[in-house]
């Protein structure tokens, strides 16, 4: 299994990261004033964590919180000076559970990411763990293999550029003088972001090189800002008209990684594919398994679904929770559920829902997500969905899920057919 390490620096600048005075913690900061961010990363539970001064906010909307409130030890170390760096690290075979380091001057703290509790033995010198990477950095992202030759860290200073290979702690140093100085960096949707300022450009994480047009202001793409669009008032008109798009199906491997698809769109929404992945087109079931940073259809398909599960299509929707061998597959406002683990394959359960019709549905950790139309609904079982006999509260897809302003095809990304 993959096991994600969430890895923070605190930049030395010249300006101090707790101002002096008894009050200093009592105000809050608005992400949308043009500010020039810290850190920003994901954390293992997919919610994007922007980090300024002594303040943190958590996904693409909502108001900030101070950062000692989750880590005390660094209130006690304030001294030393601003965020420097985030990113997070996925090792294999690592014993130890999800751990959160945060880089201060020249020291690392270590948390485990559950409890938050500092790690013992802990802080320590950044040498000691990242050789041959210096001190008071300006970004660092992740790099898995495949983007980068070798699983690693790219480490910016200035123009300086260090590639840290996480197997070997080997460094391969260099410069990219075309791009801007990064203030932070984010590995998003499989792509790369330099943020300078309030705005952003998107690089390859080996060569450094920039394609398309940039710089673009973080606050049209990366935040919920009411007051601005970069376009105007287009801006506002793209988001609206973005946000009433259905999505036309979702998939999820339960941990690592989420697809959305939307027209010839696909979204990936996290970072590895460890199952085989299954698209339903018209009366056709496609299977496909991971093959990289590909995907590889498996021999023998697509076949017809009346053949694959026993039922006639086209399908609305399908998904599986966790382990289970229920497929759960809705058309119009019924749901089927198909015990994959018998053969021939057929219908051992139906139920009507609260929908008259579903665009698609997902499980996940966090339970089922039903999206019908802009919004999506959330229920905590495949049982309470079937015997639920009114909707349950929506939630705005673009907004919640995707922390979107305008849409998602303007940043990516995957092409069906091409990836």
């Known amino acids: 299994t993959h096991l994600t390490h969430m890895v923070m620096g605190f930049k030395n600048k010249r ?59 660094l209130d006690e170390h304030h001294h030393l000076g601003h965020i420097d760096a985030a990113f997070c690290l996925h090792q294999p ?75 070997t702690k080997k460094v391969k140093a260099s410069q990219w ?57 287009g801006g506002e008109r793209k988001r609206e008209r973005c946000s009433h798009i259905p999505l036309d199906a979702m998939a999820e491997d339960g941990l690592e990684k989420s697809f959305a698809f939307r027209g010839v769109y696909g979204f990936v929404m996290t970072l ?3 199952v085989p992945v299954s ?31 026993g039922i006639e299509g086209p399908l609305d929707a399908a998904f599986i929770c966790g382990e289970h061998s229920i497929l759960h597959v809705i058309k119009g406002n019924q749901m089927f559920d198909i015990e994959l683990a018998t053969t021939p394959r057929g219908v051992v359960m139906e139920s009507r829902l609260p929908f008259p019709k579903v665009d698609a549905a997902v499980c996940g950790p966090d339970g089922i997500r039903v999206f019908v139309g802009a919004d999506y609904f959330q229920y905590e079982t495949p049982m309470l969905l079937a015997y639920s006999k009114i909707m349950h509260e929506p939630h705005k897809t673009s907004l919640e899920m995707f922390g979107f302003r305008i849409c998602p095809e303007d940043l990516m990304t995957h092409r069906l057919g091409r990836d």
């Open 15 to 73: 300006r101090h990261l707790y101002p002096s005075g008894p009050d200093h913690h009592g105000a809050q900061m608005d992400r949308c004033e043009e500010i020039e961010f810290d850190a920003i990363t994901p954390d293992a539970k997919r919610i994007t964590y922007f980090f300024k001064g002594d303040h943190m906010w958590a996904g693409f909307h909502g108001p900030s919180e101070l950062i000692n409130g989750s880590y005390k030890e």
């Open 93 to 167: 075979n690592d014993e130890d559970h999800l751990h959160t380091y945060f880089f201060l001057d020249n020291k690392v703290f270590s948390y485990h990411e559950s409890s938050h509790v500092l790690v013992e033995g802990f802080p320590k010198d950044i040498s000691e763990e990242f050789p041959g990477i210096p001190d008071h950095l300006d970004a660092a992202v992740e790099c898995p293999k495949g983007d980068c030759l070798r699983d690693s860290v790219v480490f910016f200073k200035g123009h300086d550029v260090f590639h840290f290979d996480t197997h």
């Open 177 to 233: 003088t075309h791009l801007p100085n990064c203030t932070s960096a984010l590995r998003w949707l499989d792509h790369y972001y330099c943020f300078h300022g309030h705005q952003f450009t998107k690089f390859h994480p080996w060569s450094g090189t920039v394609t398309g047009k940039y710089p673009k202001d973080a606050r049209d793409f990366f935040m919920k800002c009411p007051n601005f669009s970069e376009s105007g008032g």
């Open 272 to 274: 590895c594919v460890c």
């Open 279 to 309: 698209i339903h087109i018209e009366e056709q079931m496609f299977l496909y398994e991971s093959g990289g940073q590909h995907y590889r259809l498996v021999v023998g398909f697509p076949i017809p679904l009346k053949v694959a599960l």
